[in-house]
């Protein structure tokens, strides 16, 4: 199970941080993506990283302003989320991939263990 928090409210121009804890089973050497759902938009991959940590990936919509990062004795990884815009109001889940691969996708294809979503709301 992983379980995401650390939503709210926000203004513009603020911060947050997204947890993801995985229980009942370890996400260490998986990947994990971070991936977000507005109302009446698909499903966007935000950001994902790799079981080592060694290698991210971000939208080019989340670039420079978004931080990802895991803590694989925690068994948590992190969305830390800057320079928030309203374009950022969604839904975000947290997904562990399939399998062990080397980097991470972003596409939800392959993740397999789904969070429930935390919201994220940006006000202007």
């Known amino acids: 199970q992983l379980v995401e928090s650390g939503g709210g409210l926000v203004q513009a121009g603020g911060s947050l941080r997204l947890s993801c804890v995985a229980s009942g089973f370890t996400v260490e050497k998986y990947p994990i993506g971070w991936f977000r759902q507005a109302p009446g938009k698909e499903r966007e991959g935000v950001s994902c990283i790799s079981g080592r940590g060694d290698f991210t990936n971000y939208a080019d919509s989340v670039k420079d302003r978004f931080i990802i990062s895991r803590d694989n004795v925690k068994n948590v990884v992190y969305l830390q989320m800057n320079s928030l815009k309203p374009e950022d109001t969604a839904v975000y889940y947290c997904?562990?991939?399939?399998?062990?691969?080397?980097?991470?996708?972003?596409?939800?294809?392959?993740?397999?263990?789904w969070g429930q979503g935390t919201q994220v709301t940006v006000s202007s």
């Open positions: 997904a562990s991939y399939n399998w062990l691969i080397r980097g991470c996708p972003r596409t939800a294809s392959g993740y397999g263990y």
